[in-house]
């Protein structure tokens, strides 16, 4: 439909409908806003995704990586070098020397004890101290010598703190090494002195039941007898280490 307003009329119109503020043009016919299709959505922002988890290291079976690197050494010195190089075993990082081995290598008694006490970690040696003398007297009785015939090491190289017990996974840990201490020493006959020893060897305790009984473990025989600190501590049972002394030495005759 042509409007009776000439061009000029009408821009004049337009100009003051912008001056007045409109903003929008309105046709001669209405319109239903509500029939319009709705305005496309926005697009959702992406979340964030969430952060990851490190991915946990694996754990390590202790024993397992004890008896890996026991089965390792081919020689004395090699298991040396395995177990000053075992970081597994907490007891470790508290000791000042990892005790390692005494006497001669080879020999035919090889004699296990419990853990190092302080002077042994001090010393890096089983065996010293008043525990230490008394056991040598007590060799020398029956014609032994760590010097001579006699080779002695531990169940653990390293002092626990305050001498307390070692624990059953502190045990089980290190046995491998024990092991295969034995294997390459490759003694006659093996002197299990206390609990700790025979719970390591043997699988059980019960020293003042065990003691002075032959028994069989890994490939040779085994004799249970009083730890030395505890002969110390309990003069009376010097009479029984002396019979299990006394054991060993028919057993050295049969063997050797």
Known sequence: M????????????????????????IGDAPVNRYDLPDAAPRAAK?????????????????????????????????????????????????????????????APVMIIGEAPGRDEDRGGRPFVGRAGRLLDRMLDAIGLSRAENVYITNVLPWRPPQNRDPTPDEIGMMTPFLKRHVELADPAVLVLMGNISCQAVLGRRGITRLHGKWDQ?????????????YLLRQPHAKRDAWADLLELKAKLREVT
């Open 46 to 106: 992406p979340k964030p995704a969430a952060p990851q988890p490190a991915p946990k290291a694996p754990e390590i079976d202790p024993v397992a990586a004890a008896a890996e690197a026991a089965a390792k050494a081919q020689t004395l010195e090699d298991l040396r070098a395995a177990i000053a190089g075992f970081d597994l075993c907490d007891l470790k990082r508290g000791a000042r020397n990892t005790v390692f081995a005494d006497g001669v290598p080879g």
């Open 2 to 25: 042509e409007s009776g307003i000439d061009f000029h009329t009408a821009k004049a119109l337009l100009e003051w409908q912008l001056e007045l503020g409109a903003t929008e043009a």
């Open 217 to 229: 473990a890994w490939g040779r025989p085994v004799l249970p007898m009083f730890h030395p600190a």
